[in-house]
């Protein structure tokens, strides 16, 4: 399977979830919001479509650029996420979604979050470590998924991370992905193997991007096709099933 264009990470399915768990579990046109490590803004405009006043910080100028050229009525600024350019209680609420695995610590960050708001709740969408070694792509890249469940910290941690940074009560919903997922990430091809098979897709999947060897990325790829081919990736697929989730929205509460 081959690709002219760069693949999409529009985010419609995963927007009304983030709306439905944002603070107040609804974005409000007089609130004021952060989206914590922004990324390249897509997700952050599409909410500030719903209403509300945000800020955004990320650590790319690069990707800032870009996501400057996406609003301008977003305020975006170039922050460290463990020293946010904020005053204490500026925020209703905060969101960080598919960021927080680069983070050094948990705590720091969190803490940040928390010094920000002044009521409301810190949204974060993520996958967990726990969750990734139930994925199927394990078997055809054991050494990348490895690495990126290194990378990927665990409930416990989170939990722990966002009791210690001051909030009050931590929940965590499961979120499934179907074949609708427009967002191309990494379990995203979870229904839809074949969209490991091009390059423009795993150019967009940090994991394939900067944790493959090249030797096992080549060999997965082709025991992938070669089982699509005959069928075998059904059984493949069957035996991963599970029902921990495959990523999470985690939503901790200033108020308990």
């Given at each position: 399977?081959?690709?002219?264009?760069?693949?999409?990470?529009?985010?419609?399915?995963?927007?009304?979830?983030?709306?439905?768990?944002?603070?107040?579990?609804?974005?409000?046109?007089?609130?004021?919001?952060?989206?914590?490590?922004?990324?390249?803004?897509?997700?952050?405009?599409a909410l500030s479509d719903l209403g509300g006043?945000?800020?955004?910080?990320?650590?790319?100028?690069?990707?800032l650029g870009q996501a400057r050229q996406k609003s301008s009525t977003i305020a975006w600024s170039q922050s460290s996420a463990d020293a946010l350019p904020y005053p204490n209680a500026a925020f209703d609420g905060a969101i960080c979604t598919l960021a927080i695995h680069p983070f050094s610590a948990l705590k720091s960050p969190f803490a940040e979050v928390r010094r920000t708001l002044h009521s409301g709740k810190f949204v974060i969408f993520t996958g967990l470590a726990e969750q990734m070694r139930h994925d199927w792509l394990c078997r055809y890249f054991p050494e990348t998924m490895?690495?990126?469940i290194e990378k990927m910290p665990s409930e416990s941690q989170i939990r722990t991370a966002l009791y210690q940074s001051g909030f009050k009560s931590v929940t965590v919903t499961p979120f499934l992905v179907t074949n609708d997922l427009q967002d191309l990430f990494l379990h995203s091809g979870k229904h839809r193997p074949e969209l490991?098979?091009?390059?423009?897709?795993?150019?967009?999947?940090?994991?394939?991007?900067?944790?493959?060897?090249?030797?096992e990325l080549q060999d997965g790829l082709a025991r992938l096709t070669a089982d699509l081919q005959s069928g075998a990736f059904a059984m493949v697929k069957a035996q991963y099933a599970t029902e921990v989730g495959d990523y999470a929205y985690i939503t901790a509460r200033t108020d308990g």
């Open positions: 399977m081959t690709s002219s264009a760069a693949p999409t990470r529009d985010h419609v399915s995963l927007i009304q979830p983030l709306h439905r768990y944002s603070p107040g579990s609804c974005v409000k046109s007089a609130g004021t919001y952060l989206d914590l490590a922004c990324g390249t803004g897509n997700h952050t405009v006043a945000w800020s955004a910080i990320g650590v790319s100028g690069v990707m490895a690495r990126a490991y098979l091009d390059p423009a897709v795993r150019a967009n999947i940090n994991s394939f991007a900067n944790l493959a060897p090249t030797a």
